[in-house]
């Protein structure tokens, strides 16, 4: 392998450079650790949580990580005050799957949800034997996020989004108290589950600490501007007004690199590139709209007694199409799908303008990282790590790869350079390099440079796979 | 958007009886519409999702009271409401310069100790709209040129057709200012020969863009009177078995 195509090595620890060299640097803002707060005792006070999910946000709609399509002054707010992890994927870039990983810190095959609903079978041409590894809800030997803290003493709330299978929370979930906001499409519903978040930040009295997930739609209405296209995207303007205000496509837009056949098919042909732009245009007014709801939740949380002890971890279950590739929602292991934006904050407590771009993070470290602040174990087999020691600017080894499932068969693995996906039975592989092509236009797999590295990670992936519990 | 989103809505609407009578937009009336959405499982017959009684009543000293009852049912748990006294200029815009808002979730009996329900009030005064939602207290600098989402159900009706320059303002969607909204003048559109069984009526749309919201047209009748509100995946369709116009209201329902 010549040089210039990179090391041919990815089992290094990543040495990136920690918020504490950045700070040494002076070129982030003040930082505090989290200290605990003590009880009278002298016990420290476990932290509350926060945790708001959201929908199909891709990783660089935010105004403040340079989008000027967009405008987001409160999820900006989030940025400014908390840690961005820049390089955060989804365990599996599809809503059901992915929020199961959320939920638990097990990959999706573990929890044994592994599509969105049978249907998507024959929609992505998935082979019949998917359908045995979808049991449609986490099977109830991993406790959910809810179960676990609810053992640990934290009163567990729910409100909005589940999709386990179910849409919306029902009025009973194990392990959570739900408020029920019912269902609908985000525009109706995530201003109801912001205020009711907001109620009870506001008014909610108890000794224990607490862990609310507040589950947001929004930008996921984005999904019927393609399947309504006509009537949502039409062929012609709405108005000349517009024209000036579309984004442009990205660089990507059109590039199809070699692919599964699954991922190969995966493609949305039916918008001209005005239509593309507008589609582009809608999208991001979505993410106004999330935007808008999350502001109300942090005004509540900081108007609240609760405001200076709560960890606030903010994320997507997956990324949305954007565009890329020809792709609109989800479903791929490209980094529009797969990567999603990652935040987390305690105000007033534990607070930074700081934006990891080197670590490699999972949406599974989640449940792990509040396990730690609460000073409990992670639950048994979860597969993320603990973000604390990142989140405090500590120096530790990181992993050097992160894995990611897609559509039942696809499997990513993500190391500091390169991705490699594989889709069981399919003889074409993918393997980019994300440095040299962020991206992802050219398909490596079979360039003979390459091979030696390309073992290497299918030797991970192996390697990783074997280590899961597949039911 | 276009008119072709409204074809989606065809079965709703073969059966649509257009108000008829006398309709003065800057008088008193009461309007009931029905909220449908184009999501899965909601075409081509939808259900309604939610309904919306607003009431306009005129101010001697000029402007209106709007009374607004909005009630969003929920899938799966039960009914959320919206109930709001919004005071409006009598300026293009409906301006509202003050309001107060209760809103509830419809949480059913629940271990939770928390309240169901959150208060709201606004007043603009001095270029500034100082908002209170239960304890928060906000403070928003306005712009010259404000309206809110419901002000506008009274605004579209009395626009200018062909012709008229676009209205440009920021948006308050309850506590959120969207700025760089545009309101213009759309298209006319007679609905009569677009699918058989169409109402004989011509609608004449008023598009509004800008941040935050998706693109969306009030579709408004020769008279002036709102029918049809398309709003992304939401569509509002005028009650027509709603009085147009009333001389009196007694109460709110």
């Known amino acids: 392998m010549s040089k210039q195509h990179g090391p041919t090595i990815v089992r290094d620890r990543i040495h990136a450079p920690t918020r504490r060299d950045v700070l040494r640097t002076g070129a982030a803002a003040a930082l505090s650790a989290f200290t605990p707060r003590r009880s009278r005792a002298g016990q420290p006070v476990r932290p509350n949580f926060l945790f708001i999910i959201c929908d199909q946000l891709h990783f660089e709609a935010l105004s403040s990580y340079g989008n000027s399509f967009v405008r987001t002054p409160n999820l900006d707010r989030l940025v400014r005050r908390g840690t961005s992890f820049l390089q955060s994927h989804s365990p599996n870039p599809i809503c059901c799957p992915a929020r199961s990983c959320l939920m638990t810190g097990r990959m999706s095959s573990e929890t044994s949800v592994t599509i969105n609903g049978l249907e998507q079978v024959k929609e992505f041409g998935l082979p019949p034997t998917a359908v045995r590894f979808n049991r449609g809800e986490i099977i109830p030997s991993i406790p959910d996020m809810g179960q676990w803290f609810q053992q640990q003493g934290y009163e567990t709330v729910y409100c909005g989004k589940w999709h386990l299978p179910t849409n919306w929370a029902p009025n009973e979930l194990p392990g959570f108290t739900v408020l029920p906001v019912g269902g609908g499409e985000g525009a109706i519903v995530d201003p109801t589950i912001a205020r009711a978040t907001g109620a009870y930040l506001q008014t909610r009295s108890g000794p224990d600490p607490f862990l609310f997930v507040s589950s947001l739609m929004q930008p996921h209405d984005i999904c019927y501007f393609a399947i309504y296209d006509e009537a949502l995207t039409p062929k012609d303007l709405p108005s000349s007004e517009l024209e000036k205000l579309l984004p442009p496509l990205p660089p990507n837009h059109l590039s199809r690199p070699r692919a599964p056949q699954i991922l190969d098919r995966a493609i949305y042909t039916r918008f001209s590139e005005l239509q593309w732009r507008f589609y582009l245009y809608n999208y991001y007014r979505q993410v106004e709209m999330l935007d808008a709801t999350v502001g109300r939740i942090l005004d509540a949380l900081e108007s609240s007694p609760h405001a200076d002890n709560t960890l606030v971890i903010f994320t997507s279950d997956h990324g949305e199409g954007a565009a890329r590739h020809l792709h609109v929602q989800k479903w791929y292991p490209y980094d529009e799908a797969l990567k999603v934006p990652l935040i987390v904050f305690c105000p007033r407590r534990f607070e930074s303008d700081y934006r990891d771009h080197h670590h490699l993070v999972s949406g599974v470290d989640i449940i792990s990282t509040m396990c730690d602040y609460a000073g409990v174990p992670a639950p048994p087999h979860a597969r993320g790590f603990s973000l604390r020691p990142l989140l405090e600017g500590k120096n530790v080894d990181w992993r050097d790869f992160v894995a990611a499932e897609v559509q039942v068969v696809g499997r990513v693995i993500r190391t500091a350079q390169y991705k490699y996906v594989r889709y069981k039975d399919d003889p074409v592989e993918q393997f980019f390099d994300m440095q040299a092509d962020p991206w992802e236009t050219q398909n490596l797999y079979a360039d003979s440079r390459f091979a030696s590295v390309i073992n290497d990670h299918r030797k991970l992936l192996e390697d990783w796979e074997s280590r899961l519990i597949v039911f | 958007m276009p008119v ?44 309604v999702r939610g309904t919306l009684r607003i009431e306009r009543v005129p101010q001697a000293a000029g402007g209106a009271t709007l009374n607004i009852n909005y009630e969003k049912t929920s899938r799966y748990a039960g009914v959320h409401t919206l109930l709001a006294t919004v005071v409006c200029a009598g300026d ?95 298209e006319t559109v007679d609905l009569k020969d677009r699918w058989p069984g169409a109402p004989t009526l011509r609608v004449h749309g008023f598009l509004q863009i800008g941040d935050g919201t998706t693109p969306q047209v009030y579709w408004v009748d020769d008279r002036g009177e709102l029918l049809f509100l398309v709003s992304g995946l939401n569509v509002f369709i005028l009650d027509a078995a709603a009085p147009a116009a009333l001389v009196s209201i007694s109460g709110r329902s």
């Open chain 2, 92 to 186: 293009e815009l409906s301006t509202p310069v003050k309001w107060t808002a209760t809103y509830t979730a419809a949480a059913p009996a629940h271990p939770l100790k928390m309240s169901r329900e959150q208060n709201e009030s606004a007043v603009a005064s001095d270029g500034t709209l100082n908002i209170k939602q239960g304890k928060v207290q906000k403070k928003l600098a306005l712009p010259s040129a404000y309206t809110s989402n419901w002000a506008l159900f009274d605004a579209v009706q009395r626009l200018a057709r062909p012709g008229g320059a676009p209205i440009r303002f920021t948006l308050l969607d309850d506590d959120a200012p969207k700025p760089d909204q545009v309101l213009v003048f759309y």
């Open chain 2, 4 to 47: 072709e989103y409204l074809d989606l809505f065809r079965d709703l609407l073969r059966d649509y009886h257009p108000p008829i009578g006398a309709f003065d937009p800057s008088g008193h009336w009461l309007h009931r519409y029905r909220l449908y959405t184009v999501v899965n499982g909601d075409i081509p017959v939808p259900p």
